[in-house]
């Protein structure tokens, strides 16, 4: 870990012999040894899911860092009595990582429209609007499915992810998944045909 602030040392004992929940309470009065070992002991998982999430090595590292310094910084959002702490790392490092992948997308469409108007030639003019709505339309109509459908549907379709890692980013038996994905692009279908009325 980097980057990590270091207040004086509190003593205590912080080891392999603590628990999460107590790692974690020894990190909400300021101990970085505790952090440390809770990054010893679920790093690897959750730079993992960060990979299979983003498919960039420095992205996955960047997004990592953030959770365990988030963790740092607000280390009461973990209820212990709502599942383990690497369950809760894993959920924080699926959620910014979504969130990179769409804030990359973004950027990157944003560059390549750029780059198409510039080098388009007029008569081109009508199909990027075109191509543009039809992108807008898209978005808008994910935006309107349940937050469980949606994410399945990004994760699959957006993220190149088999259902079966979907199933492990959300933490979802694969069956539930399918049925997600199924359900959500049935009414995407219907969105984008109420929408668009078959015109695009």
Not at 15 to 40: F, K, N, Q, T, W
Not at 74 to 101: C, K, M, N, Y
Not at 124 to 136: M, P
């Amino acid at each position: 870990m980097t980057d990590v602030p270091r207040p004086p040392d509190r003593g205590g004992a912080v080891g392999a012999a603590s628990s999460d929940p107590d790692l974690v309470r020894s990190v909400a009065v300021g101990d970085p040894r505790a952090l440390e070992e809770i990054h010893r002991r679920h790093g690897g998982a959750v730079i993992g899911l960060c990979r299979r999430v983003l498919r960039d090595e420095a992205l996955a590292e960047e997004v990592s860092q953030e959770v365990f310094l988030r963790l740092w910084s607000e280390p009461h959002r973990f209820d212990a009595g709502r599942g383990t702490l690497r369950s809760f790392l894993q959920r924080q490092a699926h959620s910014r990582s979504i969130e990179r992948v769409r804030s990359e997308e973004a950027r990157r469409a944003r560059e390549d429209r750029a780059l198409r108007i510039d080098s388009a030639p007029p008569a081109d003019v009508e199909a990027e609007a075109v191509a543009s709505l039809r992108s807008t339309v898209v978005r808008e109509a994910l935006d309107q499915l349940e937050p469980a459908e949606r994410s399945a549907i990004v994760l699959a379709y957006y993220g190149g992810h088999s259902y079966r890692e979907v199933s492990v980013l959300l933490d979802a038996p694969e069956g539930t998944v399918k049925s997600r994905i199924r359900s959500g692009m049935n009414k995407l279908a219907g969105l984008l045909h109420g929408h668009v009325g078959g015109d695009l």
